[in-house]
């Protein structure tokens, strides 16, 4: 894996896509990055299931509803099950989680050539929606002075 040992390529690459899908405002962008390994009826889903988890609505049922079609593609299904469970287990994370996920997916195969996208893009929504909705685990968590959080020493 040689191509990794310019990873910052890689780290550049993507915070270009992720600052260009924020400036257009648009949930939409988010999902054409994906139009490769989404189908059209995924897209429609996905679709409803951002304005259901954004605008309060019953995110885990849209998501249910895609985690019962029999076409729906493997990145549909990851979403749509991360969604489905910060929904269920953090009632208005689901927007972090969601977000997080479809920026993980297409971050993660961001000019990347010969590996299996799908999978790429399915662990890279596992990652960027657990680094999302970090977010909130982070700021209930106290500061910790530096020299302890840097100190070898075992807790």
Do not use: W
Request: with cysteine.
């Amino acid at each position: 894996m040689p191509e990794f040992l310019n990873a910052s390529r890689y780290v550049e690459l993507g915070a270009n896509f992720c600052t260009e899908d924020l400036r257009n405002r648009r949930f939409h962008y988010h999902l054409l990055r994906l139009h490769s390994m989404l189908t059209d009826a995924d897209v429609e889903d996905l679709q409803e299931l951002g304005r259901q988890a954004f605008q309060n609505g019953n995110a885990a049922d849209q998501a249910d509803k895609i985690k019962d079609r029999a076409d729906a593609s493997p990145l549909a299904l990851t979403i749509a099950d991360i969604t489905r469970s910060a929904a269920l287990l953090s009632p208005g994370d689901e927007k972090e989680a969601l977000v997080g996920a479809l920026m993980g997916a297409y971050l993660s195969t961001a000019g990347i050539e010969g590996v299996d996208k799908s999978l790429v893009a399915c662990l890279g929504a596992i990652a960027g929606a657990i680094t999302l909705s970090g977010e909130t685990t982070r700021n209930s968590i106290p500061e910790v002075p530096l020299s302890e959080y840097l100190s070898t020493a075992e807790v």
